[in-house]
């Protein structure tokens, strides 16, 4: 009965080599997310999509492709992965035009990068 | 544009003291306002949220938050701290005119037997 879910929880790699993220939710929210969180803990949005539409792309490198198969799905492609990439990723979603709505996330993927 | 400050990266407290997370906000419009927790590896977790409503906002966990317009500020706190309560906090303000979330720097609160 997970709302967000994210796999796999933990991404190690070596620096070159392509990885994608997938991302779940069985809320019937039509907007999701993704978040970066650095070592200092510090979170910064990277894209949105509502219904399957990027909506939001925050200056994030082309290395970084979402793709959205469905509202229910968004999946995080990263190519020619770098050092700098490491971090936790976080998968998010909300149900968009109600006030206050909150968003809710996954648990993480833990990417390191060797 | 809009941006949130934790004015404490860690505070440390005892066990059954009352907790105070300090949170001041900036915004041109009437801001939506949310305080998230994340316990060690482990995702976001929403504690409260305010939305124009009432000004004193209770969350989950024994945990509320005061919506002060005058002072810019949206503190948290709790009156009896408990060791399951140690985790990063997160004071967060959502984007005017996108649904994106704004995070603050984060608050790792210490909680001591």
């Known amino acids: 009965d997970t709302a967000v879910s994210q796999t796999p929880k933990y991404l190690v790699t070596q620096m070159g080599n392509d990885k994608s993220i997938k991302c779940e939710q069985n809320l019937g929210h039509d907007t999701m997310y993704w978040y970066k969180q650095d070592s200092k803990k510090f979170l910064k949005i990277m894209f949105s999509y509502n219904n399957k539409e990027l909506i939001i792309n925050e200056t994030v490198p082309n290395r970084f492709s979402p793709k959205s198969p469905d509202k229910a799905h968004l999946n995080l492609h990263i190519n020619s992965l770098e050092l700098g990439d490491s971090a936790v990723y976080f998968c998010?979603?909300?149900?968009?035009?109600?006030?206050?709505?909150?968003?809710?996330f996954g648990d993480g993927t833990r990417l390191s990068i060797l | 544009a809009q941006s949130v400050t934790q004015l404490d990266s860690h505070v440390s407290v005892s066990e059954g003291t009352p907790v105070l997370l300090r949170c001041n906000y900036s915004s041109s419009y009437s801001p939506s306002l949310f305080w998230y927790v994340q316990h060690p590896n482990k995702g976001l977790q929403l504690l409260l949220k305010y939305t124009s409503a009432a000004t004193l906002v209770k969350g989950i966990n024994g945990f509320e938050a005061e919506f002060k317009k005058s002072e810019t500020s949206f503190h948290l706190t709790k009156p009896s701290a408990h060791m399951s309560d140690a985790a990063e906090y997160f004071c967060v303000v959502r984007s005017y005119n996108t649904d994106k979330l704004i995070f603050g720097t984060g608050t790792r609160l210490q909680v001591f037997p």
């Open positions: 998010a979603s909300s149900q968009a035009g109600r006030e206050g709505q909150p968003q809710h």
